[in-house]
């Protein structure tokens, strides 16, 4: 089989003029990355200790840079060799896949089965991140992202978003043609849906409820249920997640009024040890608790979750509406299968192309809502509960990540504000706002 019939379709892929606006978004938006990850190695190196960490010597802070400086330095090549590789599988290896199997006797849709099992241990091999198939939670990439790849949650995470666009666009397409996108977008919005009810679901049974946690000071408990009924809020929507090892965090999620939760981890409210600093703990009085959970609450009474949600759903429906009406239109132009069955094959080529090059414009304004959702949710723990001690935990957490980021490398990747100015406005507002302690 020569090189014209495997890499064919790459061929009139490029030669196609639409083409060249999401190719242009996706090469700037990879240089606008690696831009960012040059200059947070050029900042960490020219990193100096702060002067404000009273629980951080000097040789901590070396050691911290360094590890930091070890992260940062591979991260250009690591991360142009992630992306690289994705593009040229989608650019090249799935059209080569397409024609090896279908000249092995395949039929087409023994090759749409492989190549959604092939792409999804692809994407499990080279990203925690980005999904070749459908930006389907284009928000929970940094919430769900396990320090280990290959685990059953994150496999089956991975898997669903697969299974959620693939299955559906084909049985779609083939009832309906062009016009199946409809379908295809409603399964979109009931797959995002479906996923947030288990998860809160999960955490609703994980949690233990805060009233019955043996770490938390009765005052502390007093304290909240008085915050919590003001908020509308009952006290068993409140709880900490036990055993699960996944350092000191808190963090809410919600589908409906009815159906909640916020979540302390059990090292947040117990204290956590700095394992590059065992001279330091990161534990939380009962104020700073309290400022956490005002914080988580701020979360919920501004609809983030469903404001994420909506946005995720909103570009993962224009995304499938361009499939439909570009690959699904041209068909057997792009493979030579017979008709209707290459519209479906090309279809599923066609998201992955869209969802390697738009995946930093993606990235870059979803981080950048979820950022102004932290902010919201600050100005909600100021403006309800604003006098507790807010600014310790961005000062203890400052602790254990000492070394600040480079403002682009920040706003491309972090979603959250840095903690030293989270730390500086609490303070500001206290200063204003509150008695002197």
């Not at 360094?66 to 590789?85: C, D, E, F, I, V």
């Not at 989608?90 to 849709?109: H, K």
């Not at 797959?191 to 946690?213: G, H, N």
Request: charged fraction near 15%.
């Amino acid at each position: 089989m020569g090189l014209e019939h495997l890499f064919g379709p790459l061929k009139d892929l490029l030669a196609e003029k639409w083409f060249s606006i999401p190719a242009l978004i996706g090469v700037v938006g990879f240089l606008l990355y690696r831009i960012a990850d040059f200059l947070q190695h050029q900042h960490t190196k020219a990193a100096t200790q702060p002067t404000d960490l009273e629980k951080m010597t000097p040789e901590i802070f070396e050691q911290k840079k360094k590890r930091k400086l070890k992260r940062t330095s591979g991260a250009l090549w690591k991360n142009t060799l992630s992306w690289g590789l994705q593009f040229g599988y989608v650019i090249g290896g799935i059209p080569g896949i397409f024609n090896l199997l279908e000249a092995r006797g395949w039929s087409s849709s023994s090759i749409y089965t492989a190549l959604g099992v092939i792409g999804w241990i692809f994407n499990m091999l080279v990203s925690k991140m980005f999904s070749l198939w459908t930006p389907a939670l284009p928000f929970m990439p940094h919430a769900h992202n396990p320090r280990k790849t290959w685990t059953f949650g994150n496999a089956a995470w991975q898997a669903w978003g697969v299974a959620s666009w693939s299955v559906p666009a084909y049985f779609f397409f083939s009832a309906m043609q062009q016009n199946g996108w409809v379908g295809s977008v409603a399964m979109i919005w009931v797959s995002q849906i479906i996923q947030l009810a288990i998860f809160i679901f999960t955490i609703k049974k994980q949690a233990v409820p805060y009233q019955q946690y043996a770490g938390l000071s009765p005052e502390f408990k007093a304290n909240l249920h008085a915050y919590l009924e003001k908020q509308g809020f009952n006290d068993a929507e409140v709880g900490v997640l036990k055993g699960l090892k996944m350092g000191p965090n808190a963090f809410a999620t919600s589908l409906t009024p009815g159906y909640r939760q916020i979540v302390m981890t059990e090292e947040l409210v117990e204290g956590f040890r700095d394992p590059q600093n065992p001279n330091f703990q990161l534990k939380l009085d009962d104020s700073a608790l309290e400022a956490v959970i005002a914080h988580e609450v701020g979360h919920i009474k501004n609809y983030h979750v469903q404001k994420s949600i909506f946005w995720g759903g909103l570009f993962s429906s224009l995304t499938t509406i361009a499939v439909y009406q570009i690959f699904g239109a041209k068909g057997a132009e792009f493979v030579i299968f017979d008709a209707e069955t290459s519209r479906q094959l090309t279809m599923f080529w066609g998201q992955s192309i869209l969802n390697v090059t738009m995946m930093f414009l993606l990235n870059f304004i979803m981080i950048g809502v979820i950022r102004g959702n932290e902010y919201q949710a600050d100005t909600h723990l100021l403006e309800t509960n604003g006098c507790k001690k807010g600014d310790q935990f961005f000062h203890q957490i400052r602790h254990i990540a000492p070394v600040t980021n480079h403002p682009l490398w920040d706003r491309c990747n972090a979603t959250h504000p840095a903690p030293e100015v989270r730390e500086a406005r609490i303070k500001e507002w206290q200063s204003k706002n509150c008695p002197p302690k």
